[in-house]
């Protein structure tokens, strides 16, 4: 086991003149040009008087030299913080104070109005750098040695500190090792069958873990290529597929190109891999994918924490509506969520994991971190899943948006199945509305298709005698498109923020 994670994956570079990166403006960026600017910024950061441990915090446009910043800095032995592009200057200003990074860089557009955050964090540095690579950390790298000596790092040590996008409550900084990410890396490498032949289309932000982790340590240590794209365009991607491999994504990129009439199985024919995941992907997305194009799309589950936990196997069946088996190495349960006890097969329950991929805890809370892992080292995720009898895991929801309604518990993906099996629905979402008898009750918030006069009477008499009188929505909204994050997430607290209360009664 190596230990430190650049060294381990340039341990396995392919030839130097590989392309590893190319830019939409046709640049193709070779390994050995990945490992000189890699080096350059790792010199960058030492000469700003970075140590082993000091945290370099990032909130920039996606760019190659991002990445190069990213690796620069696990080179030098620094922590790497990304940061959501989105976030204003008063939520920067609480990661800064939290983490106290020795540098901060950020797009020179925003330096100015950032500068009453990075003073009240008394941040020692602040560089820029924009969507074109450059500024003020590129300068400082350009005329360095394209050499550097990693500094070394044991497997606990952090690479990275990834803020949770935490809905409630403050969010917490997700503390991630090396051994996190090689373990993982190598996981996916082997499990998806990541080769030096295989071109990545990257359309993901890489200030999170799917694109920033998931995306790049694995094509890096497969030795393949990316083809690094600054945001999802369906007719771009489309465009790229003739000469590409494989594709991570969320669901909304697998929703957006089927909407696309040039998604086609002639389009499609030279990839060999299409993944999905960070939000769960509606069974019946993959059933139209594999129906335009022929592939079955694989699903996967993971977390800022845990790094990836499960996939659908590459080989056997990629069940829709599951994300398959834990990883090699990674133990995944299922357990009462109150008393911890473990619940047999076919049960809904906390998912639980623990393995090489999980994190080490949350940055300075130390209470947080202990709630959050069981005593024999299984961290809690917070979601609620089941294994079926073929050993595939099903992802049920997140605990918080569970509905108890009358004391029963009410899954909402088992309503938003029922609903979005209905002709004329889109996709659909069900939140729990406080209740003066009940607590909560079920209530659904429904996206028809364009032509569709579907109404609340027909759904109610569609779904009475499918589901138990408890668990039929009390109220059903309809809206053109649900609220998601960046990540395709639907943002139920949203919902429940702007329905919960109109709905009570
Ligand atoms: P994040 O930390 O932003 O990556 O979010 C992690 C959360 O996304 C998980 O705890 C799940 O709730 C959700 N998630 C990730 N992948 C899937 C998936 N394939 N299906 C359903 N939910 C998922």
Redesign the pocket.
Known sequence: MAAHLYSEISSRFPERSKTAFETQDGGKHAYADVDAGAARMAGALAALGVQPGDRVAVQVEKSLQAVLLYLGCVRAGAVFLPLNTAYTAAEIEYFLSDAEPRVFVCDPARKDELAGATNAAKVAHVETLDANGRGSIAERARFLPPTFDDVARGPDDLAGILY??GTTGRSKGAMITHENLASNARALVEGWRFTRDDVLIHALPIY???GLFVAINTLLMAGGSMIFLPKFDAGQVLSHMPRATSMMGVPTFYTRLLQHAGLTQEATAHMRLFIS?????LAETHREWRARTGHAIL??????ETNMITSNPYDGDRRPGT?GFPLPGVSLRIADPESGAVLPAGEIGMIEVKGPNVFKGYWRMPEKTAAEFRPDGFFI???LGMIDRRDYVH?VG?GKDLVISGGFNVYPKEIETEIDALPGVVESAVIGAPHRDFGESVMAVVVRTKDSTLDEATIARALYGRLAKFKLPKKIVFVDDLPRNT?G?VQKNVLREKYGTIFSD
């Open positions: 949770t996008s999170h873990t799917h995941g960070s939000a769960p992907l699903e996967r589950y993971g977390m800022t994300v995720t917070g979601d992802i997140r990540m997430k």
